[in-house]
């Protein structure tokens, strides 16, 4: 299995609501990562969980909020989330964090906020 | 701040041309770099990755690093449309923590 799984694949979701992101590998990696990605404009990253521990929250908004429940899962739940947040968003993993190799990319969530 | 530079295009070629797409990188200590390639809509596929200089070829597409020049280039050869889509460059730090991602090249191959 050389696939990451994002789940669901399309999501709207109104500013009031709380909606949660999965994301699933099993390829015995042990980093994974969030992005969050705008129209033509490259992956920004958001988090890093490193053996299931979050090693890098690059100043993301608490209506964020990241979960490794283990090494195969990486949740993102939303609550109380602005139109801007509408986004392409994407799980990756890579088998370590200083392994050195790319990164493997789901196929995304496309989360639309009104 | 380390950073990956890519010009945005579009980069638009005829089909059967070769198109060469170019990045540059301001970490001297990078050592890991990496195409993908992303259609619109979907999620970034990594397409090709190199290690060290010189070239590296996988079918039609080659890979050429110069790390004295921070220079990190993708040919694709006879393109064909459906190499149409935008292609990030992304670099590995020194201490092979974090990707860097450039913002993208638009590639365009005319029928």
């Known amino acids: 299995d050389t696939e990451v799984t994002q789940t669901p694949k399309h999501l709207v979701m109104g500013m009031t609501n709380k909606k949660s992101l999965k994301c699933e590998q099993h390829?015995?990696?042990?980093?994974m990562y969030w992005y969050k990605q705008k129209a033509k404009k490259p992956p920004e990253l958001m988090f890093v969980y490193s053996y299931e521990k979050l090693s890098i929250n690059e100043s993301v908004p608490s209506r964020f909020s990241p979960e490794c429940p283990n090494s195969s899962l990486l949740n993102l739940h939303l609550h109380a989330l602005q139109p801007e947040d509408s986004a392409l968003y994407l799980c990756?993993?890579?088998?370590?964090?200083?392994?050195?190799?790319?990164?493997?990319f789901g196929s995304g969530t496309r989360l639309t906020v009104v | 701040q380390k950073e990956v530079e890519q010009n945005s295009g579009p980069l638009s070629v005829p089909e059967g041309a070769i198109a060469s797409l170019n990045c540059t990188y301001s970490d001297r200590g990078s050592q890991s770099f990496f195409w993908y390639r992303q259609y619109s809509g979907k999620s970034p596929e990594l397409i090709m990755s190199i290690y060290s200089n010189g070239d590296k070829e996988d079918g039609r597409f080659t890979a050429q690093l110069n790390k004295a020049s921070q220079y990190v280039s993708l040919l694709i050869r006879d393109s064909q449309p459906s190499d149409s889509a935008t292609y990030l460059c992304a670099v590995n730090d020194g201490a092979g923590n974090m990707l860097t991602f450039g913002g993208g090249t638009r590639l365009m191959v005319k029928p």
């Open positions: 390829m015995g990696h042990r980093a």
């Open positions: 990756a993993s890579s088998q370590a964090l200083q392994s050195g190799d790319g990164y493997t």
